[in-house]
């Protein structure tokens, strides 16, 4: 089948499953027993030691069914999958020593961007799995309200027409591009709402960006992710400040992975730029 009949296809299907299930549940606007897949390029900037920032591009995957939804690198999985016991945990220790030691580091698996988040639209919550001071945080919300504004412009990606809009998203003023041939209300990271699923987001400035660069249905269901109950809870705002505390006072950082290293080859490490010149994707945490 071309891809033309595909994407006509996929738009049909889950149309008519969204149809199906509003007159079922009395809703409009969720895709019921319809898992699709669409995988992102999300850029963001990474603060070095050097007082400068190094632009980083992470692969990303979405799952959503209309209700529930899992955004989440697939490299990062694969490597908690593995460490999630004890047994792999373990062998993968051990692979890595002997890379070390042969002179193959670029064979050792890296993840690829830090954080999951989970949507569940029945119990309102959403959550998020990431990294501050080399600790696992487990953060707990309810599904934000996002106030959109919805323009005139369209934009083709992936060979669907999708619209713009606009919203002012916890501290960030964001551009998302969605498509309603494909009535998902949900999109990349914690952006959602929009009827039909969001193939771009850009922030101002554009020091961070989501693009599709690919969809089709998938039989892979939502999962919770590897280890969930080995990560701290900790809230929202708490996790920012921790991790812009350890980026305004590095030596913190340092000594929680188990060094007491603060100079390295004449480079101190505490010489990274302010919030106001590069900040995280969430600013409301001030």
């Not at 501050?132 to 669907?160: C, M, Q």
């Amino acid at each position: 089948m071309n891809p033309i009949n595909m994407k006509r296809l996929l738009s049909l299907t889950l149309f008519s499953t969204a149809i199906l299930a509003s007159v079922a549940q009395g809703i409009t606007t969720a895709v019921v027993g319809q898992q699709i897949e669409v995988s992102y390029k999300y850029s963001h900037p990474v603060q070095t030691m050097r007082s400068a920032v190094a632009d980083v591009t992470n692969d990303y995957i979405l799952i959503t069914d209309g209700y529930n939804s899992k955004f989440y690198s697939p490299r990062t999985e694969m490597i908690d999958s593995i460490e999630s016991t004890p047994e792999g945990f373990e062998a993968f220790n051990t692979f890595k020593r002997e890379c070390w030691e042969s002179g193959r580091q670029k064979d050792i698996p890296r993840v690829d961007g830090s954080f999951y988040i989970t949507k569940f639209s029945k119990k309102g919550q959403l959550h998020t799995y990431d990294v501050a001071s080399a600790t696992r945080f487990h953060i707990v919300e309810s599904i934000p309200k996002i106030n959109w504004e919805i323009e005139d412009s369209v934009r083709n990606i992936l060979g669907y027409d999708c619209q713009m809009a606009t919203t002012d998203f916890r501290g960030r003023n964001w551009t998302a591009w969605f498509a309603t041939e494909i009535p998902v209300q949900d999109g990349p990271w914690k952006l959602a709402g929009l009827p039909g699923i969001i193939l771009a987001a850009e922030c101002e400035g554009g020091q961070y960006t989501f693009e599709a660069d690919g969809i089709r249905q998938t039989s892979k269901p939502v999962k919770d992710i590897y280890g969930k109950d080995n990560w701290e809870a900790i809230d929202r705002r708490d996790f920012w400040r921790l991790r812009r505390e350890c980026l305004d006072n590095p030596s913190r950082n340092i000594k929680s992975a188990g060094s007491n290293v603060i100079v390295f080859q004449g480079i101190e490490y505490k010489d990274y730029l302010p919030a106001e010149v590069v900040d995280y994707i969430e600013t409301d945490y001030k």
